[in-house]
C-alpha cells in the first residue's frame, strides 16, 4: 500500500471507490505551500484541467487514500501519468494525526484556462464528498469557469 492525495474528481470517496476499489480513504487533510488552478486547456475535453502549483501562501484540500499497487496502476492510466500528461510527486500533507509523506498527480502542462462549468461542478461536488469545509467548497463553485452551451 502507497499513500495518495487526490485534489480533483478523485476527493469523492464513491467515485474513488468505482476506480480504485482496493484503495480505502484513510483521512484528509491540506497540502500546504500549494493551490489548485488549472492548465493544460488544449488536453480537455471542454477546458482545462485540474493541477496543483506550488505557492507558499495557499492550501489545497485532499483526501489521502491506502492505495495497492494493483488500483495505482489503474489510476496512473485513468489520470494519463503513463502517457505523461500527468506526472506523480511526492508532497507532505498536514492531518489531524500529524504530517505524512504522500504522492499526488500534477499536470505536465502550463498553468492557464478556465475550466468548463460543468467540470468545476464535479470537483466542487467531490470536494463536498470528502467533507471539505463549507467555505472551500464555496470558493470552488466561485471560480471562473467557462460555459459549455449545454
Known sequence: MTLYAAYG????????????????????????????????EEHGWDGALSTIVQDPFEQVFVAIYDVTREDE????????ADSGLYRKTKVRVSTMDGEVVVWTYVLDAYEGGLPSASYLGVLADAAEAADAPADYVAALRRRPCRSTGL
Do not use: I, Q, V, Y
Open 9 to 40: 474528481t478523485n476527493l469523492d470517496p464513491a467515485r474513488m471507490g468505482e476506480r480504485c476499489p482496493h484503495s480505502p480513504l484513510r483521512t484528509t487533510g491540506w497540502l500546504s505551500g500549494w493551490r489548485l488552478t488549472f492548465g493544460g
Open 73 to 80: 496502476k489503474h489510476l496512473d492510466g485513468w489520470e494519463a
